[in-house]
C-alpha cells in the first residue's frame, strides 16, 4: 500500500517509515501538520498515519480539514494522549482508528493492514489488485503471480514491482525510483537500481516467458508489452 506518515518527532519517524517499508509499503514522510494536509490533499494515499500532536497544524485540525474536503483515506491516529476522551474526540473527529504511543510494530502493520481491507468495497474484489499483461500483484495479501505461477519476492523487489505495475507502459526514471521506492532525494552514486531491476526481472520474465520489463537507454525502464 501507499502510505503517508505525518510525525514530527524525527527518530520516531524513521523508525516507523522503517518498519513499514520492511512490510512491503511505498511511503511518504511530513514532519509538520503544514505539509502532511498539503501531501494528504494533493496525492493518492490508500491509508494515512497521522500523529495528533504536531507543530504549524495539529492532526485533529488537519484530519477536520481532509474530512471537510471530501478526503476519505482511512487514518490511523497515533496519540501519546492517555485520556478516553482525547481517543474519542479523534475518532469523532474522522479518524478510522487510533493507535497509542508506544506501539509495537506487529500490532501497526495489523492496523495497517486492517484499514486496508475495510478501504475495499465488498463488490469491488479486484480493486486491490495490480494486473499487467498475465502478471498480477496482490496489495492485500502482497502476493505475485505470472500466469499461474507464484513468484517469491524480496520486500524491496515487491516495491520496486508495485510502483512500475502503477506506472505501467510509461517510462519510469531512476530518479522517479529513487524517490517512489528508496526515499532518496539524490543519487547515491550506486547501481542499487541496476541490481534489483536484473534480480526482478529474472524472477518475472523466467522460464521464457514474454519480457514485460524492459529498458529504456537513457531514459529509465518500462513495464508491459513491447511497442509495436
Given at each position: 500500500?501507499?502510505?503517508?506518515?505525518?510525525?514530527?518527532?524525527?527518530?520516531?519517524?524513521?523508525?516507523?517509515?522503517?518498519?513499514?517499508?520492511?512490510?512491503?509499503?511505498?511511503?511518504?514522510?511530513?514532519?509538520?501538520?503544514?505539509?502532511?494536509?498539503?501531501?494528504?490533499?494533493?496525492?493518492?494515499?490508500?491509508?494515512?498515519?497521522?500523529?495528533?500532536?504536531?507543530p504549524q497544524v495539529d492532526g485533529l485540525?488537519?484530519?477536520?480539514?481532509?474530512?471537510a474536503s471530501g478526503t476519505h483515506t482511512?487514518?490511523?491516529?497515533?496519540?501519546?494522549?492517555?485520556?478516553?476522551?482525547?481517543?474519542?474526540?479523534?475518532?469523532?473527529?474522522?479518524?478510522?482508528?487510533?493507535?497509542?504511543?508506544?506501539?509495537?510494530?506487529a500490532e501497526l502493520l495489523a492496523r495497517?493492514?486492517?484499514?486496508?481491507?475495510?478501504?475495499?468495497?465488498?463488490?469491488?474484489?479486484?480493486?486491490?489488485?495490480?494486473?499487467?499483461?498475465?502478471?498480477?500483484?496482490?496489495?492485500?495479501?502482497?502476493?505475485?503471480?505470472?500466469?499461474?505461477?507464484?513468484?517469491?519476492?524480496?520486500?524491496?523487489?515487491?516495491?520496486?514491482?508495485?510502483?512500475?505495475?502503477?506506472?505501467?507502459?510509461?517510462?519510469?526514471?531512476?530518479?522517479?525510483?529513487?524517490?517512489?521506492?528508496?526515499?532518496?532525494?539524490?543519487?547515491?552514486?550506486?547501481?542499487?537500481?541496476?541490481?534489483?531491476?536484473?534480480?526482478?526481472?529474472?524472477?518475472?520474465?523466467?522460464?521464457?516467458?514474454?519480457?514485460?520489463?524492459?529498458?529504456?537507454?537513457?531514459?529509465?525502464?518500462?513495464?508491459?508489452?513491447?511497442?509495436?
Amino acid at each position: 500500500m501507499r502510505i503517508l506518515l505525518v510525525e514530527d518527532q524525527l527518530q520516531q519517524a524513521q523508525y516507523t517509515e522503517k518498519a513499514l517499508r520492511e512490510g512491503g509499503h511505498a511511503v511518504d514522510v511530513a514532519h509538520d501538520g503544514k505539509h502532511g494536509l498539503f501531501l494528504a490533499s494533493t496525492e493518492p494515499y490508500e491509508v494515512i498515519i497521522l500523529d495528533r500532536m504536531l507543530p504549524q497544524v495539529d492532526g485533529l485540525t488537519v484530519l477536520r480539514t481532509l474530512r471537510a474536503s471530501g478526503t476519505h483515506t482511512p487514518v490511523l491516529l497515533l496519540t501519546a494522549l492517555a485520556d478516553v476522551d482525547d481517543r474519542v474526540e479523534g475518532l469523532r473527529t474522522g479518524a478510522d482508528d487510533y493507535l497509542g504511543k508506544p506501539f509495537s510494530t506487529a500490532e501497526l502493520l495489523a492496523r495497517i493492514d486492517a484499514l486496508g481491507r475495510r478501504r475495499q468495497p465488498a463488490s469491488a474484489e479486484q480493486s486491490h489488485q495490480l494486473q499487467v499483461e498475465d502478471l498480477y500483484l496482490d496489495r492485500l495479501s502482497r502476493t505475485v503471480r505470472r500466469g499461474t505461477r507464484k513468484l517469491d519476492l524480496q520486500p524491496r523487489e515487491y516495491q520496486l514491482l508495485e510502483f512500475l505495475m502503477r506506472h505501467a507502459g510509461h517510462v519510469v526514471t531512476r530518479t522517479m525510483l529513487l524517490e517512489g521506492v528508496w526515499n532518496y532525494h539524490f543519487d547515491p552514486g550506486t547501481n542499487v537500481i541496476d541490481v534489483h531491476i536484473s534480480k526482478l526481472r529474472g524472477k518475472i520474465d523466467a522460464d521464457g516467458l514474454p519480457t514485460l520489463l524492459h529498458t529504456v537507454r537513457g531514459a529509465g525502464y518500462r513495464l508491459g508489452q513491447p511497442e509495436q
